[in-house]
């Protein structure tokens, strides 16, 4: 079955920057779509960036916009979230998700990883 491992969480200052992976252990990611999302105590999960398997196409939360960057090499694994300008707001448990059911903006994939916990102090 494989799993999806991610790794990159922890504590940083207003401002600061973190680089978030997402690795396929046991497996290979599917042709289809990646994606990031992250979920806040008593929020709901929501939606952060997602990438095709090519890397030709990417997409992003408005919130997130022009602050994180979804990518992957040439190798396609692993996918990575770099997150700069921080904001206390980011704080949240950061999933991968791998092969959406329809629209990647919405949290119906078929593999999830464990997540990564990302604190945001102000």
């Known amino acids: 079955q494989g799993q999806l491992v991610e790794s990159g969480g922890g504590l940083v200052q207003a401002g600061g920057s973190l680089r978030l992976s997402c690795a396929a252990s046991?497996?290979?990611?599917?042709?289809?779509?990646q994606g990031w999302f992250r979920q806040a105590p008593g929020k709901e999960r929501e939606f952060v960036a997602a990438?095709?398997?090519?890397?030709?196409?990417?997409y992003y939360a408005n919130s997130v916009k022009g602050r994180f960057t979804i990518s992957r090499d040439n190798t396609k694994n692993p996918v990575y979230l770099q997150m700069n300008s921080l904001k206390p707001e980011d704080t949240a448990v950061y999933y991968c998700a791998d092969r959406p059911h329809g629209s990647v903006y919405q949290p119906a994939y078929d593999y999830w990883g464990q997540g990564t916990q990302v604190t945001v102090s102000s």
């Open positions: 990438i095709t398997w090519s890397g030709g196409t990417t």
């Open positions: 046991g497996r290979t990611f599917s042709r289809d779509a």
